[in-house]
């Protein structure tokens, strides 16, 4: 099977016909698929009958169920699990993500690994969502060492075998799109960015902005340790020695000596450095050992 089209959906029953109605409609229509695709919709333990909804939606449609709500990450999870497609696509069921743009994304991974949408300024719900994406851009770019363009993007398509290589990675909340960006990127897989505008959605937005943004800041963190931890060990190394030389100054300039605090601050950075040097080995080891097998 050359397509899975892999749909969590929680209590989405007002939007998720339409979608699904649409998007079997352009799959149909694909003449370089020709019906060597699926459909699977993860119902994550959904109240308001989108399961139902999503089963009559059309025939072509594979409804998996959670018993109840286990998160969004989790629901992208079992579709990676289930999936027999060569290429995964992931899309949202409220009705933000054009199904004109599946094909488009799908036949990115021809020459790519992982095709994200990254959506436009337009697509951004508020100011604050703006802010807040654009500093965990910035930060998943000091991770990673590649432009980050859109990092919490949920509309992307990833070979199969690259997204199962990481799916023990993904967390069960909305994070899962940080996490699979960084860990792809980290492990050397191409990604491609392709501009999109998403459509207001159906219904209200799960994201807790606080909550959730914190959830981000630390899986940008999780994932900095597990693959590069030099790139957070290396900065407070050289801070907490920059600090101990411009101690060192003050106190020769006011008192001519060299103080507790000043060999303190120097020998925590070094020891911290050193710390990272034998985590960016273990990195490596772990690295090594995934090729091998």
Known sequence: MDLTVIIPAYNEAEAIGPVLERLCERLQSADDLRGSFEVLVVDDGSTDGTGDIARRANSLVTLLRHPYNLGNGAAVKTGIRNARGRVCVFMDADGQHDPEMILHMYRGCTDHDMVVGARDGQSQAGWHRRLANGLYNQLATYVTGRRIEDLTSGFRAIRR?????????????????????????????????????????????????????TKFLMVIAKICMLFAPMKIFLPVSFYLFLMGLGYYVFTFLTEHRFTNMSMLLFTTSVIIFMMGLLAEQIAQMRFERTEDE
């Open 161 to 213: 075998d690259v997204a199962r290589r990481f799916v023990v990675l993904l967390p069960n909340g909305f994070s899962y799109p940080t996490t699979i960006t960084l860990c792809v990127i980290r492990a050397g897989f191409s990604v491609r960015y392709e501009p999109i505008t998403t459509a207001r959605r159906k219904g209200k937005s799960k994201i807790r902005l606080l909550a959730d943004g």
